[in-house]
């Protein structure tokens, strides 16, 4: 494949699940910056002490160094022959240090946004609930629990709604993430090197989609 697929989309939009069926179904890894900056809380490698320093300050991770942990991730040989990318780049910066890293590693760059309308977005956000002892994720709309308000797994626990799910910080979620994302889709499109995938049907069809899209 040689790729590196970056794909787009507004917290609840459903891009890390379609990522990740990428990865199981293909075979293609999916990078997450959640999951890399996971891993370096626990290596003792100089790039990692440096981003634990960060976290400890409590300071803002630079582009510079998210592309370094970027850069070290999918240096590894799992990548060879293409990877997805969830979560990076966030900004037009990081998109234009991600090409000299594609050219670096010999990938074609493709960009896919998942599109999904921000009224399904509110209500997909809105209506997350979570168990407290298993981290299970319910969405009263589209995955409710069998008993309402309790964990199908654990009787004893009852779902939480947690702050950030909330309509007012939804609102401020994705307001941000127009603001910071737009400037990205802008330049994607710009050099043609985008396509859109609606994000509001059914999973599979949705999967089915950008899996023709990767793969062409």
Same mark, same amino acid.
Request: net charge negative.
């Given at each position: 494949? *040689?790729? %590196? #697929? %970056?794909? #787009?989309?507004?917290p609840g939009a459903g891009k890390g699940t379609q990522a990740r069926l990428l990865q199981e179904r293909r075979g293609i /890894?999916? #990078? &997450?910056?959640? $999951?890399?900056?996971?891993e370096m809380k626990t290596l003792e490698t100089p790039l990692a002490r440096? %981003?634990?320093?960060?976290m400890v300050s409590g300071k803002l991770i630079s582009d510079d160094v998210t592309y370094q942990v970027v850069r070290e991730?999918? &240096?590894?040989? $799992?990548?060879?022959?293409?990877?997805?990318? $969830?979560? =990076?780049?966030?900004?037009?910066?990081q998109a234009a240090q991600l090409e000299e890293l594609a050219k670096e590693q010999a990938k074609d760059i493709q960009a896919i946004e998942v599109h999904v309308p921000r009224?399904?977005?509110?209500?997909?956000?809105t209506g997350r609930r979570s168990c407290p002892v298993c981290?299970?994720? =319910?969405?009263?709309?589209?995955? /409710? /629990?069998?008993? $309402?308000? %309790?964990?199908d797994l654990h009787s004893e626990a009852e779902l939480i709604h947690r702050a950030d799910d909330f309509e007012e910080k939804v609102a401020v979620r994705l307001a941000t993430y127009d603001e910071l994302t737009k400037p990205l889709i802008d330049y994607?499109?710009?050099?043609?090197?985008i396509s859109k995938v609606e994000g509001s049907? *059914?999973?599979e069809t949705i999967y089915s989609e950008i899996e023709r899209l990767v793969m062409k």
């Amino acid at each position: 494949m *040689d790729k %590196v #697929i %970056v794909l #787009i989309g507004a917290p609840g939009a459903g891009k890390g699940t379609q990522a990740r069926l990428l990865q199981e179904r293909r075979g293609i /890894p999916q #990078i &997450s910056t959640g $999951d890399m900056f996971r891993e370096m809380k626990t290596l003792e490698t100089p790039l990692a002490r440096e %981003v634990q320093e960060i976290m400890v300050s409590g300071k803002l991770i630079s582009d510079d160094v998210t592309y370094q942990v970027v850069r070290e991730r999918t &240096s590894r040989e $799992d990548c060879e022959n293409g990877y997805v990318l $969830d979560g =990076y780049p966030r900004t037009a910066i990081q998109a234009a240090q991600l090409e000299e890293l594609a050219k670096e590693q010999a990938k074609d760059i493709q960009a896919i946004e998942v599109h999904v309308p921000r009224e399904e977005l509110m209500r997909r956000l809105t209506g997350r609930r979570s168990c407290p002892v298993c981290g299970e994720i =319910y969405n009263i709309h589209s995955k /409710p /629990p069998k008993i $309402d308000g %309790v964990c199908d797994l654990h009787s004893e626990a009852e779902l939480i709604h947690r702050a950030d799910d909330f309509e007012e910080k939804v609102a401020v979620r994705l307001a941000t993430y127009d603001e910071l994302t737009k400037p990205l889709i802008d330049y994607y499109e710009t050099l043609g090197r985008i396509s859109k995938v609606e994000g509001s049907g *059914d999973l599979e069809t949705i999967y089915s989609e950008i899996e023709r899209l990767v793969m062409k």
